[in-house]
């Protein structure tokens, strides 16, 4: 891909991000979330405003590119070039107030992810991951885009999102991965995987993630030096069983992928 459309393919991510965080910031910790008391309606709505806004966008600058997104499903699917969106991943961290979800966009060039976009709108944190570059990162709280060495699993720091992500298969490997790492942190969602990619997560495994949750990531995560596949250490596919090991090292995947071993 040359270099001039993939500027222009990353300022219509950033664009997209932006339409949003409009959307999406007026809403966080409002009354109106407030009062809904764990109420899913108006973080759905806010899902689907954020994501026709994406939508929106992205046909009017690219109308023969395809768009998968959580809300609204698949458009041209098949095209050479497929935006993958998730306008709040993270919807229990919204509803609670915590800023650990975040914009998820992605885009695939005949299936692979090539750029990669995690943007957290409220605290004006946004990673940029393009394939065959490093990592941009801009935050008001800094941080370093890149992940750090990790010799062995005993210093590692684990993440997950929720136990609730792991069925009863999955389970049991899990558990023998925590109990082989320094530190377990639960939450997190997308944020976590951009904690990996500034060096301060090594590990993250879990399950059940649709494309539209880990396309946006891999080329974030795979920009800073770590890797994501799935958990034997294949590559991600989009129609696979949605277990997720991303690696700030990637040295540490045999051992990880010999915990989780079915």
Same mark, same amino acid.
């Given at each position: ?91 229990? +961290? ?9 914009? /998820? ?30 990592? +941009? ?17 005993? @210093? ?48 993250? +495994? ?15 995560? @795979?920009? +800073? ?12 596919? /989009? ?12 040295? /540490? ?10």
């Amino acid at each position: 891909m040359e270099a001039p459309l993939m500027e222009v393919l990353v300022a219509a991510a950033e664009a997209a991000a932006d339409v949003a965080g409009a959307v999406i910031r007026p809403l966080f910790r409002s009354a109106l979330l407030v009062e809904a008391k764990g109420d899913a309606s108006p973080v759905t709505e806010a899902d689907k405003a954020a994501e026709r806004s994406i939508r929106a966008l992205l046909a009017e600058r690219f109308p023969q590119h395809g768009v998968i997104g959580e809300e609204y499903g698949a458009d041209r699917p098949e095209a050479e070039y497929v935006w993958v969106v998730d306008p709040i991943d993270g919807t229990r +961290a919204f509803v609670t107030g915590r800023p650990l979800f975040g914009s /998820l966009i992605g885009l695939l060039h005949r299936g692979r992810p090539v750029l990669g976009l995690i943007d957290q709108p409220s605290t004006g944190e946004r990673w940029i991951g393009v394939a065959g570059r490093p990592l +941009a990162f801009r935050s008001p709280m800094g941080g370093t885009p890149k992940v750090r060495a990790c010799a062995s699993l005993a @210093e590692a720091e684990l993440s997950c999102t929720s136990p609730e992500m792991l069925d009863a298969a999955q389970a049991p490997r899990h558990a023998r991965l925590r109990q082989a790492v320094r530190r377990v942190t639960w939450g997190g969602d997308c944020y976590a995987y951009g904690l990996l990619a500034l060096g301060l997560v090594d590990v993250i +495994a879990e399950g059940d993630l649709k494309p539209w949750d880990w396309v946006a990531l891999q080329p974030v995560i @795979e920009s +800073a030096g770590g890797s994501l596949t799935d958990w034997q250490g294949r590559p991600m596919r /989009l129609d696979g069983p949605g277990e997720a090991l991303a690696l700030g090292d990637p040295s /540490l995947l045999p051992a990880v992928t010999a915990l989780l071993a079915d």
